[in-house]
T-cell receptor, first 116, second 113 residues
């Protein structure tokens, strides 16, 4: 069964450092997403991406965050200067359909980011 | 704005017992509702979804959920728990035509022999 692959599974970084989380969505999917879950809290929407541009973003997704699809397969989330509160599990997801309707997202296993 | 509330961060059942995980939603428009499951070290996997068709929705692994508009609920049930059902379960809501899923805080299901 096709799956969404995320790397790294766990990254530890110092506050202020840049971090790039990588995702390989399912090959024929067109919509891509990042969500995050701070320990003990809700899974929160960060951003959605379609046709090489951001289609929606949350208030969490400030100027410190960016996404891109550099080579047509990888989908990356960059945090420019990490803060302690960025420590969380980050989930990538992708969706196939181009029509509106139920959003059946396929999620990756997540990347755990720990900021010290 | 849409939201979901999952009652109980942890639910413990014995193997063979009924599983009931509660989810209540808030939405100003007809919602789409989802249950996802996360096994240890794995991603979020779709269990089932409600998209305004039948109110009783059957999913994978013997789970089902019933959409009750009068109670704004979408509780997840399984008649007989199995050890392999131990996982974290997330309820989520979205609006038709919109991409954003809004998740609950999750419920960890513990199954004892």
């Amino acid at each position: 069964e096709p799956e969404v692959t995320q790397t790294p599974s766990h990254q530890v970084t110092q506050m202020g450092q840049e971090v790039i989380l990588r995702c390989v969505p399912i090959s024929n999917h067109l919509y891509f997403y990042w969500y995050r879950q701070i320990l003990g809290q809700k899974v929160e929407f960060l951003v959605s991406f379609y046709n090489n541009e951001i289609s929606e973003k949350s208030e969490i997704f400030d100027d410190q965050f960016s996404v891109e699809r550099p080579d047509g397969s990888n989908f990356t989330l960059k945090i420019r200067s990490t803060k302690l509160e960025d420590s969380a599990m980050y989930f990538c997801a992708s969706r196939q359909t181009t029509t509106s309707g139920a959003n059946v997202l396929t999620f990756g296993a997540g990347s755990r980011l720990t900021v010290l | 704005a849409q939201s979901v509330t999952q009652l109980g961060s942890h639910v413990s059942v014995s193997e063979g017992a009924l599983v009931l995980l509660r989810c209540n939603y808030s939405s100003s428009v007809p919602p789409y509702l989802f249950w996802y499951v996360q096994y240890p070290n794995q991603g979020l996997q779709l269990l089932l979804k409600y998209t305004s068709a039948a109110t009783l929705v059957k999913g994978i692994n013997g789970f089902e959920a019933e959409f009750k508009k009068s109670e704004t609920s979408f509780h997840l049930t399984k008649p007989s728990a199995h050890m392999s059902d131990a996982a974290e379960y997330f309820c989520a809501v979205s609006r038709a035509g919109f991409q954003k899923l809004v998740f609950g805080t999750g419920t960890r299901l513990l199954v004892s022999p």
